[in-house]
């Protein structure tokens, strides 16, 4: 079991900097993020893209924000739950809130702050009339196991990043790799490209293009795909094993709509007034994730948000305490691992 | 005083249900939010790349017959992993309102 101060749910720039406030008023916090790597959308969807808005910073790479945040807050040793989803609430008594994710880790904090920005990032499913039977029946969202697919015949749909690489990758573990995409043109890195293309030519991937799967068939597994021309109408039938579509992940609230929260708009609804605090006590929601009057969903309002909740926070954790703000060009950075930032002495010395 | 251009969309929404409103030509807009601002598609279910062509939320059909059927290099790579596309799809984030669009007519796509 995890225990922390602050739990916070989503590892975007919002949630990153909540870590850095809490650190400053002795918080310790902990992350929960559905991507198997911090950033939130700056990572995942834009890393390249420059952002201009970020006070001070007259251009930044969203991956470099992302970056600076993380060696902002190294002194302050957030703890990380990465590649999982925040399924369940429980409030154990006034003090205590108990998140377990979908792969059963248990956290335990006495202030949750949800920073989960548009939701977590959940595979796009391709329409198809049963697609859902079949579902860890041979049909796969996404590659966890490679081994599994060894001596195993896979077909592969998409034209991204992800569907080229795992066709690379599997076509030196399956038995047989086909990838199906509905145009002739793969959108991704050129290398990636090049490579199936190579592969294409030595028969280690088989390609049909412009093709789409337009339905799945089997008993209890999966057994076939009926594939269909773009060009001609063409139908076929591919007997295989795995089927893995791979188009891209799209934002949901998930989970969290059912946390007894109130919800307008796709977002959790908070008091604007004062510390962003939802209608459950001890539960915040913070960045692109909330909602109030005049809302804008722009990082550097979730900066300010994280800043109040973390007093607020602070409030609830030590209500016998007293807080007054510190500017850090006076008090420093005094990390929980010992480090220690500050600014240089003036030096008080007679000039003789 | 600077007078304001507008132009006259339709756009029907993901109920079929049909709308007129008045887009300006002046504010540095596309249609993308045009739609959100005249609040004709669920918040949080539009527009949630913020306008990159890095997703398909804001998928539309022009069904009138402007000049509107050239899609820019990211938005046919996006298209072409998105569903229900058709010939005249458009990811409406990429479409900027001016004054050539007077009249246009479009249908928001559904959800995928």
Same mark, same amino acid.
């Given at each position: 079991? *995890?225990?922390?101060?602050?739990? *916070? ?10 870590? !850095? ?44 924000? =992302? ?6 807050? &190294?002194? !302050? ?13 429980? &409030?154990?008594?006034?003090?205590? !809130?108990?998140? =377990? ?39 796969? #969202? ?52 090049? &490579? ?46 795995? !089927? ?7 934002? &949901? ?30 539960? #915040? ?41 510190? #500017? ?25 | 005083?600077?007078?304001?251009? $507008? ?6 929404? +993901? ?27 669920? $918040? ?29 290099? $990211? ?10 596309? +058709?010939?005249?799809? +458009?990811?409406?984030? @990429?479409?900027?309102?001016? $004054? ?9 796509? @559904?959800?995928?």
């Amino acid at each position: 079991m *995890i225990q922390t101060d602050i739990l *916070i749910i989503g590892a975007g720039p919002t949630g990153l900097f909540a870590v !850095f406030e809490a650190g400053l008023l002795k918080l310790k916090c902990h992350i929960i993020d559905a991507l198997p790597q911090a950033g939130g959308q700056l990572s995942e969807l834009y890393p390249k893209k420059p952002i201009y808005d970020i006070p001070g910073y007259p251009e930044v790479g969203a991956q470099e924000l =992302v970056d600076n945040l993380m060696e902002q807050i &190294k002194p !302050f040793q957030p703890g990380f739950t990465l590649g999982e989803r925040a399924e369940k609430i429980t &409030k154990i008594d006034d003090k205590l !809130f108990e998140v =377990v994710t979908d792969k059963g880790t248990v956290h335990r904090a006495a202030v949750v702050a949800i920073a989960g920005g548009l939701g977590s990032f959940e595979p796009r499913k391709p329409q198809l009339p049963n697609i859902e039977q079949f579902e860890d029946k041979g049909l796969l #969202y996404m590659v966890k196991n490679p081994a599994q697919f060894k001596d195993k015949r896979v077909v592969i749909a998409g034209g991204g990043d992800s569907a080229l690489d795992w066709s690379i990758y599997l076509s030196d573990i399956a038995a047989e790799v086909v990838l199906v995409h509905r145009r002739n043109e793969f959108r991704g890195a050129l290398d990636s490209v090049e &490579k199936v293309q190579d592969l294409k030519s030595a028969g280690k991937i088989k390609l049909y293009t412009p093709y789409e799967v337009t339905k799945i068939e089997g008993d209890i597994q999966l057994k076939s795909l009926r594939l269909k021309s773009n060009q001609t109408e063409t139908e076929l039938d591919l007997e295989t094993d795995f !089927f893995i579509p791979l188009f891209g992940l799209t934002p &949901k609230l998930g989970p969290i709509a059912n946390w007894g929260l109130e919800i307008e708009k796709n977002a959790i609804k908070v008091d604007n007034t004062l510390d962003y605090q939802t209608n459950i006590p001890g539960i #915040y929601a913070i960045g692109d994730v909330n909602t109030y009057p005049g809302k804008l969903k722009l990082i550097l309002c979730g900066f300010h948000e994280a800043t109040l909740m973390c007093q607020s926070a602070f409030a609830r954790i030590h209500p016998d305490k007293r807080n007054v703000l510190k #500017y850090t060009t006076v008090g420093g950075i005094n990390g929980f691992d010992g480090s220690v930032k500050q600014a240089p002495k003036a030096v008080v010395k007679t000039i003789d | 005083m600077i007078v304001s251009k $507008e132009v006259r969309i339709q756009i029907t929404d +993901r109920n079929g249900t049909s709308h007129e409103v008045m887009a300006p030509t002046d504010l540095n807009m596309n249609l993308m939010e045009v739609i959100r601002s005249f609040e004709l598609a669920e $918040e949080g279910t539009i527009g949630i790349c913020g306008g990159m062509a890095m997703c398909a939320s804001c998928q539309c059909y022009v069904l009138s017959d402007h000049d509107l059927l050239h899609r820019g290099d $990211e938005e046919e790579a996006m298209l072409s992993e998105a569903f229900n596309v +058709r010939e005249n799809s +458009r990811l409406s984030c @990429q479409i900027p309102i001016n $004054e050539a669009l007077e009249n246009l007519h479009i249908e928001i796509a @559904q959800e995928d």
